[in-house]
């Protein structure tokens, strides 16, 4: 999961950052209006969270100019200024949710996996696929009853997978959502990682649930028989 | 400390100054009090003494008979000191003046008394402790409330003590002459302290001339011209210091540079060399000179080209992030074994293609704490190389184990090798073994960057990589990270 924040506030920004990163999705910082605009429409982010108050462009002005290009990912707004006119405004730039300054990072936290609950299929917070079942609150993962331990992106990968079941997701696409498009090899790499995963959860001889469809991608699917 | 700050903050000059200045009030504080209370000590001294002998000379004076005490020569021109009973009270005009002298008889009485003498308040002790053998002194108050200093003695005849003498002068006097020194002490202090505050402001400008000098010639060398140094006094102090370590920035500021001119140049040469190829096929499909069929071909080309150019924009990313510091490394548990393992598999495509066989020994169990991404790239790195600069029909090696302290990736190969004299620079940017880059590169998608990034990654770890080779006969990369002990 790839998500894009406006913060110009240096300290409040690199948090938001961290937090997000320490719960396995991948987040690109930026201060200014202009970046988060040129940012949005250049990456396909699972979610964008802007702050209001931004140096450049408002944060309404990118949500608004975001939706005129057909950016359809959620959007999360922060401000400082909790009046109600201001969060009407930013939900009607188009804008998701909003969450006012200064917040619990529990509650950014919560919102940022609601926001990219919507966009999937799954409505709580716990994904399933089959016996397969994914706590996206507490990153602990199961097959059946057998408790699973992955590395960081192992589970960002298999979390994403969750987030899409029977869909084709390209290299590119996993690339750009689970690693800094600056590391190389990306195919390889993608290929150790699914096979890391198969390994996993198939250990006690389950039947295989990631799929390579040749020259597209992989994809999480009920196994053939 | 942001709270802390002061609003102007001094100048190191009215610094020093500042300090020369406290320090020289604290100085002549200190000497001003000694000097004062070691002449106050001398003064009291002396005139302890001079009481003393004049109570000695009165005493020599008197003499009794038959239990009268009998004046001779030396005290008649005490004016007033008469018998006490005999004498007509008129009060002093001025106790200053007043000789202060009293004379008791044996028994306590007063037998003579100058007229002074009577206004001051005297202690019962004072004509006690000499009765009793030992001479009394101390400060007594006038009635107009001046002090008095007072010596008692015994008056002793053939060794018996037959009466008492006291004597007693005005301290007033020597109190106004420690007033003056004083007032003179005070009057002084501050030409002197202004004086020192104005030859330390100047002696700490003349202190700063030389560093004044250097930084001159440090503001003439500017960006443009590096190649220049200050100049090095030849005196062995702290300003010599400075001259040679601004040198030594420059010095390393001109490498930098150099440096960052050289992978400035090397990079934009790298990067057009694709973007021709890109342009010139497009170009063609563009001009329609190709049958249909070409065209795929031609695509297929281009996107070749674009692919390298992406893994060089990449590489270069991650080079210049980590010359940034902005990249952050996981520090996770890893079975360095199975990853190896894991990355030897993929590779097997590209074995197959380059007719390389590859050999993977990773049976032990070795862990390592790490980014796992980050490292999957050594490994790629390595084995790309490997099998990139491998003859058809040769072989690739790749061990892992843990020596001592240390996990070893060893990735051997028996390709055309690297001569001696290129081994250092091997792990430099764009540094390529084959300039003429014939060797398998229209499959390669090298960019001259991994082994900088290996190198980079590998050192992010707490590790090192080392290599051996020989010409003709193959390269062995050696890899050593910090093994994690099982706990």
């Given at each position: 999961?790839?998500?894009?924040v406006?913060?110009d506030?240096?300290?409040?920004?690199a948090?938001?950052?961290?937090?997000?990163?320490?719960?396995?999705?991948?987040?690109?910082?930026v201060?200014?209006?202009?970046?988060a605009?040129?940012?949005?429409?250049?990456?396909p982010?699972?979610l964008i969270?802007?702050?209001?108050l931004?140096?450049?462009?408002?944060?309404?002005?990118?949500c608004?100019?975001?939706?005129?290009?057909?950016?359809?990912?959620p959007?999360?707004?922060?401000?400082?200024?909790?009046?109600v006119?201001?969060?009407?405004?930013g939900?009607d730039a188009?804008g998701?949710?909003y969450?006012?300054k200064?917040?619990?990072?529990?509650?950014?936290?919560?919102?940022?996996r609601?926001?990219?609950?919507?966009?999937?299929?799954?409505?709580?917070?716990?994904?399933?696929?089959?016996?397969?079942?994914?706590?996206t609150?507490?990153h602990?993962?199961?097959?059946?009853?057998?408790?699973?331990?992955?590395?960081?992106?192992?589970?960002?990968?298999?979390?994403?997978?969750?987030?899409?079941?029977?869909?084709?997701?390209?290299?590119?696409?996993i690339?750009?959502?689970?690693?800094?498009?600056d590391?190389?090899?990306?195919?390889?790499i993608?290929?150790?990682?699914?096979?890391?995963?198969?390994?996993?959860?198939?250990?006690?001889?389950e039947?295989?649930?990631?799929?390579?469809i040749?020259?597209?991608?992989y994809?999480?699917?009920?196994?053939q028989? | 400390m942001?709270?802390?700050?002061?609003?102007y903050?001094?100048?190191?000059?009215?610094?020093l100054?500042?300090?020369?200045?406290?320090?020289?009030?604290?100085?002549?504080?200190v000497?001003?009090?000694?000097f004062y209370?070691?002449?106050?000590?001398?003064?009291?001294?002396?005139?302890?003494?001079?009481?003393?002998?004049?109570?000695?000379?009165?005493a020599?004076?008197?003499?009794?008979?038959r239990?009268?005490l009998?004046?001779?020569?030396?005290?008649?021109?005490l004016?007033g000191?008469?018998?006490t009973?005999?004498?007509?009270?008129?009060?002093?005009?001025d106790?200053?003046?007043?000789?202060l002298v009293?004379?008791?008889?044996?028994?306590?009485?007063?037998?003579?008394?100058?007229?002074?003498?009577?206004?001051?308040q005297?202690p019962?002790?004072?004509?006690?402790?000499?009765?009793?053998?030992?001479?009394w002194q101390?400060?007594v108050?006038?009635?107009?409330?001046?002090?008095?200093?007072?010596?008692?003695?015994a008056?002793?005849?053939?060794?018996q003590?037959?009466?008492?003498?006291?004597?007693g002068?005005?301290?007033t006097?020597?109190e106004?002459v420690?007033?003056?020194?004083?007032s003179?002490?005070?009057l002084i202090?501050?030409?002197?302290l202004?004086?020192?505050?104005?030859?330390?402001y100047?002696l700490?400008?003349?202190?700063?001339?030389p560093i004044d000098?250097?930084?001159?010639?440090?503001?003439v060398?500017?960006?443009?011209?590096?190649h220049q140094?200050v100049?090095v006094?030849?005196?062995?102090d702290e300003?010599?210091?400075?001259?040679l370590?601004?040198?030594?920035?420059?010095?390393?500021?001109?490498?930098?540079?150099?440096?960052q001119?050289?992978?400035?140049?090397?990079?934009?040469?790298e990067?057009?060399t694709?973007?021709?190829?890109?342009?010139?096929?497009a170009?063609?499909?563009?001009?329609?000179?190709v049958s249909?069929?070409?065209?795929?071909?031609?695509?297929?080309?281009i996107?070749?080209e674009?692919?390298?150019?992406?893994?060089?924009?990449?590489?270069?990313?991650t080079?210049?992030?980590?010359?940034?510091?902005?990249?952050?490394?996981?520090?996770?548990?890893?079975?360095f074994?199975?990853?190896?393992?894991?990355?030897?598999?993929?590779?097997?495509?590209l074995?197959?293609?380059?007719?390389?066989?590859?050999?993977?020994q990773?049976?032990e169990?070795?862990?390592?704490?790490?980014?796992?991404?980050?490292?999957?790239?050594?490994?790629?790195?390595?084995?790309e190389?490997?099998?990139?600069?491998?003859?058809?029909?040769?072989?690739?090696?790749?061990?892992?184990q843990?020596?001592?302290?240390?996990?070893v990736?060893?990735v051997?190969?028996?390709?055309?090798?690297?001569?001696?004299?290129?081994?250092?620079?091997?792990?430099e940017r764009f540094y390529?073994?084959?300039?003429?880059?014939?060797?398998?590169?229209?499959?390669?998608s090298?960019?001259?960057?991994g082994l900088?990034?290996?190198?980079?990654?590998?050192?992010?770890?707490?590790?090192d990589?080392?290599?051996e080779?020989?010409?003709?006969?193959?390269s062995t990369?050696?890899?050593?990270?910090?093994?994690?002990m099982?706990?």
């Amino acid at each position: 999961m790839r998500i894009l924040v406006a913060e110009d506030h240096p300290a409040l920004g690199a948090d938001i950052k961290r937090v997000l990163e320490s719960r396995s999705y991948l987040v690109d910082l930026v201060t200014h209006g202009e970046d988060a605009l040129a940012l949005g429409l250049a990456m396909p982010y699972t979610l964008i969270i802007l702050d209001i108050l931004l140096p450049g462009l408002s944060g309404l002005e990118v949500c608004r100019q975001l939706r005129h290009h057909k950016r359809r990912m959620p959007i999360l707004f922060l401000t400082a200024l909790g009046s109600v006119e201001q969060r009407v405004a930013g939900l009607d730039a188009g804008g998701d949710d909003y969450l006012s300054k200064p917040f619990d990072f529990r509650e950014l936290e919560a919102r940022v996996r609601a926001l990219v609950r919507r966009e999937s299929s799954e409505k709580t917070a716990i994904l399933r696929f089959l016996d397969l079942t994914l706590d996206t609150r507490t990153h602990e993962a199961w097959r059946g009853e057998r408790r699973i331990l992955f590395s960081s992106k192992e589970y960002a990968l298999l979390e994403y997978l969750m987030y899409h079941p029977r869909q084709v997701l390209s290299r590119t696409m996993i690339a750009e959502h689970i690693w800094d498009d600056d590391t190389r090899h990306l195919s390889n790499i993608i290929e150790v990682y699914i096979r890391y995963l198969r390994n996993k959860l198939c250990a006690q001889g389950e039947p295989n649930l990631i799929q390579t469809i040749r020259g597209s991608g992989y994809q999480l699917k009920e196994p053939q028989l | 400390m942001k709270g802390v700050h002061r609003l102007y903050p001094l100048g190191i000059r009215l610094q020093l100054m500042l300090w020369y200045s406290a320090i020289c009030t604290v100085l002549m504080l200190v000497a001003g009090t000694l000097f004062y209370t070691r002449f106050q000590t001398r003064l009291a001294s002396s005139l302890d003494t001079a009481l003393q002998l004049q109570a000695q000379q009165i005493a020599g004076d008197i003499t009794e008979e038959r239990g009268v005490l009998t004046f001779h020569d030396a005290t008649a021109d005490l004016p007033g000191f008469d018998l006490t009973d005999r004498r007509i009270h008129v009060p002093p005009a001025d106790v200053n003046l007043g000789i202060l002298v009293r004379v008791l008889a044996g028994d306590g009485t007063p037998v003579r008394t100058t007229p002074a003498f009577d206004q001051l308040q005297v202690p019962q002790e004072s004509v006690r402790q000499p009765l009793s053998g030992l001479p009394w002194q101390g400060d007594v108050t006038s009635g107009e409330g001046q002090l008095v200093r007072l010596y008692s003695r015994a008056l002793t005849q053939d060794n018996q003590i037959i009466g008492v003498v006291q004597v007693g002068t005005s301290l007033t006097q020597m109190e106004s002459v420690l007033q003056e020194v004083v007032s003179e002490l005070l009057l002084i202090a501050p030409v002197i302290l202004l004086v020192g505050a104005l030859v330390s402001y100047w002696l700490a400008s003349r202190a700063f001339l030389p560093i004044d000098r250097l930084i001159w010639a440090a503001r003439v060398i500017k960006e443009g011209d590096l190649h220049q140094r200050v100049p090095v006094p030849k005196a062995q102090d702290e300003v010599r210091a400075l001259a040679l370590t601004l040198n030594d920035m420059i010095d390393s500021l001109e490498r930098a540079f150099q440096r960052q001119r050289r992978f400035v140049a090397d990079a934009s040469h790298e990067l057009r060399t694709p973007v021709a190829v890109i342009r010139s096929k497009a170009e063609m499909a563009l001009l329609q000179l190709v049958s249909p069929e070409d065209y795929s071909s031609l695509l297929a080309m281009i996107h070749q080209e674009a692919e390298r150019l992406g893994h060089l924009i990449s590489d270069l990313l991650t080079l210049s992030r980590a010359d940034e510091g902005k990249l952050q490394l996981e520090r996770e548990v890893i079975r360095f074994d199975h990853l190896v393992q894991a990355i030897a598999a993929t590779t097997e495509p590209l074995a197959t293609e380059c007719q390389v066989t590859v050999q993977v020994q990773a049976d032990e169990l070795v862990m390592v704490r790490g980014d796992e991404t980050r490292l999957m790239q050594v490994v790629l790195n390595l084995l790309e190389n490997a099998l990139l600069y491998t003859n058809e029909g040769g072989q690739v090696q790749v061990v892992v184990q843990a020596r001592e302290h240390q996990a070893v990736l060893i990735v051997r190969d028996t390709g055309i090798g690297i001569a001696p004299q290129q081994l250092p620079q091997l792990f430099e940017r764009f540094y390529r073994v084959d300039p003429a880059r014939t060797f398998r590169y229209t499959n390669s998608s090298n960019s001259g960057l991994g082994l900088s990034i290996v190198k980079w990654i590998v050192k992010a770890h707490g590790g090192d990589v080392k290599v051996e080779s020989q010409v003709g006969q193959g390269s062995t990369f050696t890899v050593t990270l910090p093994l994690l002990m099982e706990t």
